[in-house]
């Protein structure tokens, strides 16, 4: 299951999944076929549309619930939240977010974007006491931020949080390990009761964590998940469904190697006796 990508009618991207009523639901990027050179900036990746697929069991067939939010379509409690990077006006990206009434959406974006948020790869990440977090950076290495929802419904940035520390208590990893140091795809997920941050390191392509007590951290870097794929991103989302836990990513393997045109995979991980998650294969 793992050499195979998941969806191979379209190209799939930086698969965000999560569990909703028993059933899994996968919120990738749409790649496209494009005459756009490669540019630092991306141009490349031409996205205009996003689809949610969903999963009854694992093994099982992928459902395509179509295309739930356009680029021409540009509360709280009981609705279902799509956060998204997108450029203004400007060619600044900034996060949206799109809100809907089911998993499998369709999806109504917001009038404006979050308001100081300039960067990509948002990780929406929700706790056992129904406290909300957004997680992004990027853009070559942006900086890492961390949102909380506040009682008025309204993100809150909260500039004292720190990156993923050295395992020896030393301050934080240094921008220039670039095995380790933080990139983009940032990603949240709780297990026995740790919040394990986990990200993309960019240039060396590997997907690694750190854990912590608190959502807001501090994290102390514990490995790698993944080693390099086929392409140059990577980009992943860590879920539970049916007492396993996944790793879902992506590669090029399905395009033959194009970087802009990539697939979204999955596969089981397990966490040995420590809490530390075990490299993928």
């Known amino acids: 299951m793992a050499n195979e990508p998941l969806v191979k009618h379209i190209y799939t991207a930086d698969p965000s999944a999560h569990v909703f009523n028993n059933k899994l639901y996968i919120y990738p990027s749409h790649d496209r076929e494009t005459d756009i050179q490669f540019n630092d900036n991306g141009d490349q990746y031409d996205m205009n549309d996003y689809h ?8 099982g067939p992928v459902t395509d619930h179509g295309v739930v939010l356009k680029d021409t379509d540009i509360p709280w409690n009981g609705k279902y939240y799509l956060y998204f990077p997108a450029r203004d006006r400007e060619g600044i990206f900034r996060i949206g ?13 917001q009038p404006n974007p979050i308001r100081g948020s300039y960067s990509i790869d948002p990780a929406a990440f929700v706790d056992d006491d129904g406290q909300a977090y957004l997680y992004f950076g990027g853009i070559w290495g942006g900086q890492l931020q961390c949102w909380s929802k506040s009682e008025k419904g309204e993100w809150e940035f909260d500039a004292s949080k720190t990156g993923p520390q050295e395992p020896s208590g030393e301050g934080p990893l240094a921008a220039d390990d670039h095995e380790r140091r933080f990139f983009e795809a940032a990603w949240m997920h709780k297990y026995n009761g740790k919040y394990y941050f986990s990200w993309s390191t960019g240039d060396t392509h590997y997907l690694v964590y750190a854990t912590g007590d608190s959502p807001l951290g501090p994290f102390t870097y514990r490995g790698r998940i993944l080693e390099p794929v086929l392409g140059w991103t990577t980009h992943h989302s860590i879920a539970e469904f049916q007492g396993k836990w996944y790793l879902f990513y992506h590669d090029c393997s399905l395009s033959g190697g194009v970087d802009h045109l990539r697939s979204v995979k999955m596969q089981e991980i397990v ?11």
Do not use: Q, R, W
Request: aromatic letters at 10%; proline letters at 9%.
């Open 271 to 281: 966490y040995d006796a420590d809490g530390n998650i075990k490299l993928a294969e």
């Open 97 to 109: 977010v799109a809100v809907g009434d089911k998993p499998e959406g369709p999806f109504a974006p």
């Open 52 to 59: 949610v697929f969903s999963l009854e069991t694992v093994g």
